[in-house]
């Protein structure tokens, strides 16, 4: 009986120890080789994989744009390639949810790249798109002030190779789930 005992206390004591020296599990979430998250298994109770969906709908029989990029998390882009004023235009919001103060009106070049973009009281011009670099002028119109002029500002983007393209650009069949036309 006293054997038992024994046993049975080496063994609630081995686990004790065991326990608290025990490496706690970690579940690594890498890119390209490096790790960009990482987490204790324990402290995870559940992972939820999404896949984003996009739906491109034609509202040209509707409204006066042209088509409406719906994303399943809410955000949209509008596009207009042919206003009143012959402009193309891209409106963008983050959110179904968000009033039309918190859209970004993007006013197009003919090939595509921005010209004018406007949010809430900012009014960026840009201009000059050669390599990756670009001119803008910024004007906040809630501040009494001058705008600010910027010559050669630099970008990660090549615009030499966009220059010439043609715009609206063709949609690919891999970023669009779901068609509407």
Request: proline share 3%; aromatic share 14%; with cysteine.
């Amino acid at each position: 009986m006293n054997t038992k005992i024994s046993v049975f206390i080496a063994a609630i004591a081995f686990l004790l120890l065991s326990a608290t020296t025990a490496e706690a599990q970690n579940v690594y979430f890498k890119k390209n080789g490096a790790t960009v998250f990482q987490s204790t298994i324990s402290d995870i109770d559940s992972i939820i994989f999404r896949t984003p969906e996009l739906y491109a709908i034609d509202v040209s029989k509707d409204t006066d744009a042209d088509l409406l990029l719906l994303h399943n998390d809410g955000s949209y882009a509008i596009f207009d390639y042919a206003n009143e004023f012959g402009q193309k235009m891209l409106y963008l919001n983050s959110s179904i949810n968000n009033t039309v103060d918190s859209t970004i009106l993007v006013v197009l070049y003919d090939n595509g790249l921005p010209h004018i973009i406007v949010y809430e009281d900012i009014t960026v011009v840009c201009a000059n798109f050669n390599g990756n670099k670009f001119d803008a002028l910024i004007y906040n119109r809630s501040e009494e002030q001058e705008p600010y002029y910027y010559w050669g500002l630099e970008s990660n983007i090549d615009f030499s190779e966009l220059i010439n393209s043609s715009f609206p650009p063709s949609l690919k069949s891999d970023q669009i789930k779901h068609a509407i036309f």
